[in-house]
Structures are given as structure tokens and as C-alpha cells.
């Protein structure tokens, strides 16, 4: 039996979110939890976004699989109850529908990174989730920059890349928000992100913000599709994966097949 894992985290004081020897990951602490309810020596599980150390979460979604007899609404309270040190909370527990796989099935991830600029503001309980800049940002020209990315390309530019996977990706939705209290905010949606991803395209961003590249430079960097230091990667703790999107149960599983398809190694 395929269970589905819905559940949020607070990424600051984690290696990230894969299982790395010696480390503090998610998916270890995760899985260990798991181990011990369900008395198995070892368990995998596979998850929507791989987050990078200091990355967090709200909307999380991975996959298990597991004998029929565990009953979801008993192990979601197991879980929140051996998590209770960690900074992870279990929302859902559900049986997935034939075809579900966390990682292939989502029609998209959104993201959001959080700035404060020189007119922000600047609450020292969400520096674990903000980036402070002592610069004045334009977000008209940010948002002229991110919007001008959307689209179905080649992300060489803004990805670390895998060897033998594509780096086609479709950025579907890219733009900026000033809150209430100043703070910037980027949403970012796209099919699925390479490694990176997120936090190259809010750079170049930035950099465009700050008056260092123009807003068109944004796409000609990107046609360029090759690594470069016109802007810098963005540190991760501004990142959070807000939402994972599925299409309907009876498609989950030729969503599945495509992905993999099309972003497997050859």
C-alpha cells in the first residue's frame, strides 16, 4: 500500500532534506519515525521538492510505501507524537491512488522567498525565514524581469546541472508583492525546478532590483544557457515550498509516466 505524507517544516537546522550519513536531514528524521512505528529496519521515502540545507516547508507531500494493515489515521498521530522535538508537523496521512508517486505526479510546485529591503521590515523573529538587503529595491523593474522569464525553456543559466537530465523546465508563474509590512515577497510556480533553481531566478531578481543588470538582461542571460556570476545565488533561508499541485486521482499516474519521461537521465 502507497501512503501519502502531507506535512510542513522548519528547514533552519537541517542538512537539507535527503538522507546524507552523519547528518540532520528531514527525510532521515522522517523516515526513522517511520522505521520505529512500523518496526522496519529501513525505510525510503520519496518526496515532491529534495530542499536544500535551510530550505522550509508548508505544503510538503512525499510517499511510502508500507504494509496494508497500517491504518493512516492512527499513524499520523504516531508520527506528530515521536516528532514532537523536531521542528516537522504531519498534517495528512492518506492511501494514495493507483499511479501517485510524490516526486512525478505534480502538475507544480510554487514556492516563496521572502526579502526585506531598506524599507521592509525588519522583525528579528523571521530572520530565520527572511533576507535582509540594505538596498532599496524596485519591484517594478523585478517584476518587468521575472515576468519576462515565464515560459517553457532552457534553464542552463539558472540551474546546477545533473549529468544527462534535461534542464527544460516550464516557469509558469514568476512575480513580486510588497506586504503590508514592506516585505518582499517572490512567487515562484513552475512544472518542477532544477537544482537551484528558485534561488538563481529571485538573484537575478535582486540584482535587477538594485539597478546591477538591466531587466532584460534576465532573459539574454538566460538564452546564453551557461553558468555565470552577473548575479549571485541567494542564500536558502528566504526559501519556503508553499504548495505542491496534483492533477485529479485518476490521472496521477500518467502524470507519472510523462514526467519521468521527460526528466529522467538518458
Known amino acids: 500500500m502507497r501512503l501519502r505524507i502531507d506535512f510542513s517544516y522548519d528547514g533552519t537546522n537541517f542538512a537539507g532534506w535527503a538522507k546524507q550519513p552523519g547528518l540532520h536531514t528531514v ?7 517511520l522505521a520505529t512505528i512500523l518496526r522496519m529496519d529501513t525505510i525510503q521515502s520519496t518526496v515532491a521538492g529534495r530542499t536544500d540545507a535551510g530550505v522550509h516547508a508548508i505544503g510538503q507531500t512525499a510517499h511510502v510505501d508500507v504494509d496494508d494493515a497500517v491504518k493512516p489515521e492512527r499513524l499520523i498521530r504516531q ?17 494514495a491512488p493507483p499511479g501517485f508517486d510524490a516526486r512525478y505526479s505534480p502538475m507544480f510546485r510554487r514556492y516563496e522567498y521572502r526579502v526585506s529591503d531598506a524599507v521592509g521590515n525588519r522583525d528579528p523573529r523571521t530572520r530565520h525565514f527572511t533576507l535582509w538587503i540594505d538596498d532599496h529595491l524596485d519591484i517594478d523593474l523585478m517584476n518587468a524581469a521575472a515576468t519576462s522569464l515565464c515560459g517553457l525553456h532552457d534553464w542552463t543559466t539558472y540551474c546546477k546541472p545533473r549529468p544527462g537530465a534535461t534542464r527544460v523546465r516550464e516557469l509558469q508563474i514568476f512575480r513580486w508583492r510588497r506586504e503590508n509590512d514592506g516585505t518582499l515577497v517572490a512567487e515562484v510556480q513552475a512544472d518542477a525546478f532544477c537544482h537551484s533553481m528558485v534561488r538563481n531566478l529571485v538573484g537575478v531578481c535582486i540584482a535587477v ?29 528566504g526559501l519556503t515550498l508553499v504548495e505542491v499541485g496534483y492533477p485529479a486521482d485518476d490521472e496521477v499516474g500518467d502524470r507519472a509516466e510523462l514526467s519521468r519521461n521527460r526528466r529522467e537521465p538518458v
Open 79 to 95: 508520527l506528530n507524537s515521536i516528532l514532537a522535538s523536531e521542528p516537522i508537523h504531519v498534517h495528512r496521512v492518506t492511501v
Open 209 to 237: 532590483g538594485r539597478g546591477k543588470l538591466h531587466a532584460s538582461d534576465a532573459v539574454s542571460l538566460r538564452e546564453e544557457r551557461t553558468r555565470t556570476s552577473a548575479f549571485i545565488v541567494i542564500p536558502p533561508h
Open 27 to 33: 527525510q532521515g528524521t522522517l523516515d526513522g519515525a
